[in-house]
């Protein structure tokens, strides 16, 4: 009996943990791009900085009335923003937090796993591009999967250097194996994972998918109320989830200082750290163009990636 | 990891350690079934509470397609160049080298192998930069 308690205690975490750290990262987001700005952002919600102003949005959308276009392929339409969601939430369960089993569950194949599922986040962007009955819709749906197929490959590769200096693709089984020294030797494979991760995300400078002066909103221009959150609410949990991935793979996870006790502690600051830069980023870098994106990843995120697998190949056949 | 542990507690009667690696591992994928399940269960729920919640008040100007505020022109699903498809070909082709990648990731640093491995690992790079040199040159990584 104790293991379904187990696994029920497991499976009410990851729900808790996805539910409210990507609202903890939009709040973040909101109070820290306002201060890059000069500005103060959210003050009012809430009383305290306005730190419920993400509840008081959540609230707001509940009460929207949602609307689907007449001309709309309405079940697709209807679907589309579970499935953009939903594989984040399946991928936080493979994501280890401590040493010691911390982990929602371990998966032997977990690395395969994760990049498997993570892609499939996609898919719900173009069933709303195609669904929506929209030109700016169907071209911003286009551009995500140009974009997923651009920056797959690349987040593959450097995955897959992590991989080999580990000699294993368990995600807890990587981060047992971590030295301080794959930091510097996995650089490259880390910055190229953490672009491409972006850019799967559409995350400024990334965000041509949902260019706002080109194509209105891309794909989720005609949604309204409730699924227009879930969208954004699967935005912020692919940033939670990609930032928690490349501190496990790039940055040791769990490891630091008394990392017996505060390991989950130091998966949660460095992961935070890299939500920060994301946002970082989103404030500091203008949007490229669609094909300069599309160069960026064929002719230096690739080859970088190649050159980082060629370099794990050569340092771990020496050392061993 | 816990899984290896007690197999070897079963007491290294091996066919008895190999059923109980492959329930180890059947339970890791449920563990990731139900999640699944959680997540349905928690769209349903956010989705019917939503219905009782929100107001329903369609009108005919409301039903049209958005858009960009005016008037749609013509259907909705327009003929457009979809340019990325040489990039949708490239990737399938990269991608399918690469899934080959993390089994052999596993096991090439593995006693008794090391140079070769490498040498291997060379022929496979070799293969993807001659591909992606191939596509470069013929100018299907750039638009103009």
């Known amino acids: ?47 305290f900085h306005g730190w419920a102003q993400l509840v008081a949005d959540g609230v707001k959308f509940a009460q929207k009335e949602d609307v689907v276009p007449a001309g709309a392929d309405r079940r697709v339409f209807q679907l589309a923003p579970a499935v953009s969601l939903l594989p984040y939430l399946l991928v936080l369960i493979a994501i280890p937090v401590g040493p010691n089993g911390l982990v929602g569950q371990a998966i032997d194949a977990g ?30 749906g286009l551009r995500t999967a140009a974009q997923l197929m651009a920056y797959e490959l690349p987040m593959l590769l450097a995955a897959g250097s992590v991989a080999m200096a580990a000699g294993t693709i368990s995600l807890p089984g990587i981060v047992q194996a971590f030295h301080w020294w794959w930091i510097p030797w996995q650089l490259i494979g880390g910055l190229v994972f953490f672009t491409a991760g972006l850019a799967e995300l559409q995350r400024p400078p990334f965000d041509m998918p949902v260019a ?5 909103f891309g794909a989720y221009t005609e949604y309204t109320g409730l699924r227009f959150a879930l969208f954004l609410l699967a935005e912020y949990a692919g940033i939670v989830v990609l930032c928690a991935l490349t501190t496990v793979l790039f940055l040791g996870g769990w490891h630091g200082p008394l990392s017996g006790s505060f390991g989950w502690l130091w998966t949660l600051v460095k992961t935070a750290l890299l939500a920060f830069v994301v946002i970082w980023l989103r404030v500091t870098y203008p949007r490229l163009r669609e094909d300069q994106l599309q160069k960026l990843a064929w002719t230096v995120l690739i080859p970088l990636g190649l050159a980082q697998i060629a370099l794990t190949g050569i340092v771990k056949v020496v050392i061993s | 990891m816990a899984t290896v542990a007690s197999a070897d507690a ?53 039903m049209l397609t958005y858009e960009c505020g005016v008037d749609p ?29 993390f089994p052999w990731a596993t096991v090439f640093a593995a006693p008794g192998f090391g140079g070769t491995t490498l040498v291997e690992m060379f022929v496979f790079i070799g293969f993807l930069a001659v591909g992606l040199l191939y596509a470069w040159k013929k100018g299907v990584l750039e638009w103009t």
């Open chain 1, 1 to 47: 009996m104790s293991g379904t308690l187990d696994v029920v205690l497991r499976l009410v975490a990851v729900l808790v943990a996805f539910l409210v750290l990507p609202l903890v990262v939009g709040q973040t987001e909101h109070k820290v791009m306002a201060h890059m700005q000069g500005r103060l952002g959210p003050m009012y919600a809430g009383g």
């Open chain 1, 111 to 140: 690395l395969f796993f994760v990049l498997a599922v993570m892609g499939v986040g996609v898919l719900g962007s173009i069933m709303a591009g195609w669904a929506s009955a929209n030109k700016f819709s169907l071209l911003g």
């Open chain 1, 212 to 216: 706002d002066s080109e194509i209105i």
């Open chain 2, 10 to 62: 079963v007491g290294g009667v091996r066919g008895a350690a190999d059923a109980y690696l492959a329930a180890g591992y059947y339970h890791a994928y449920s563990v990731v079934g139900l999640v699944a399940v959680v997540g349905v269960l928690f769209v349903a729920v956010a989705f019917a509470a939503g219905h009782l919640l929100r107001p329903v008040v369609p009108t005919r100007e409301k």
């Open chain 2, 73 to 101: 022109v013509g259907e909705g699903w327009a003929q457009t160049q979809i340019r990325y498809y040489v990039y949708s070909f490239l990737y399938v082709i990269f991608a399918v080298d690469a899934i080959y990648l």
